[in-house]
């Protein structure tokens, strides 16, 4: 089935430790997003990638990173810089004007 | 970054009544998209809207896309259970980095 797949569902996390979230597709598509979403907020764009090999910073870029090595992934790290890590994350693939998203990643700093 | 201003923030309705939700922004917009968020899962595309005074339905959503280019609506019609979530409005901005942006969310919640 085509589609956008994010791993794992859960992830627990020392402070002080980097932790990376997965997101694959099989959508062909050559654009992907991360975002990042806190209770009662909307979505916030912290990277997207319009090509492999290239990436750019969205409004809250600081305290993680990316890499595009291969079209149907796109891997954000979150870096121990972060100092409010506990959210969740949504990777997304499509383009500017219809963006699909994949389940998600729950991510807590215990 | 820019913002979109949706309201309400929360609903709370009866089953079978309708519902109306809206979003605004001050700055211009080619598309609106509404997206439906359910609890621990991904936003889920319900409308998309490409065209001033457009008006699309989609079941019993309907949306418009306003005339001045700075605002839509989402109206649901005879509400189910089913339909408790988030509701996102989006848009690129014109000119934009290439980028959505997307509204506060509209929580609703249908009581039997």
């Known amino acids: 089935d085509g589609g956008i797949t994010q791993s794992p569902k859960y992830l627990f996390r020392k402070e002080g430790q980097n932790v990376t979230l997965s997101c694959e597709q099989n959508l062909n598509h050559d654009a992907m997003y991360w975002y990042r979403q806190d209770p009662g907020q909307g979505l916030r764009l912290i990277y997207y990638?319009?090509?492999?090999?290239?990436?750019q910073k969205g409004d809250i870029a600081e305290g993680y990173s990316v890499s595009r090595e291969k079209k149907e992934s796109f891997p954000l790290t979150v870096t121990s810089a972060q100092k409010n890590p506990t959210a969740f994350y949504l990777c997304?693939?499509?383009?500017?004007?219809?963006?699909?998203f994949g389940q998600g990643t729950r991510l807590t700093v215990v | 970054g820019q913002q979109l201003n949706q309201s309400p923030q929360s609903m709370f309705i009866q089953e079978g009544e309708d519902v109306s939700m809206n979003c605004t922004s001050s700055s211009i917009f080619n598309t609106w998209l509404w997206y439906k968020q359910e609890p621990g899962e991904g936003p889920v595309l319900l409308i998309a809207l490409y065209k001033a005074g457009e008006l699309t339905s989609n079941g019993r959503l309907t949306a418009q896309f306003g005339i001045t280019r700075k605002d839509s609506f989402l109206n649901i019609s005879a509400s189910i259970p089913s339909d408790v979530g988030i509701y996102f409005c989006a848009g690129p901005f014109s000119g934009s980095a290439r980028q959505l942006t997307f509204g506060s969310g509209t929580q609703l919640t249908v009581l039997p």
């Open positions: 990638s319009q090509i492999v090999n290239d990436f």
């Open positions: 997304a693939t499509g383009s500017y004007t219809e963006a699909f």
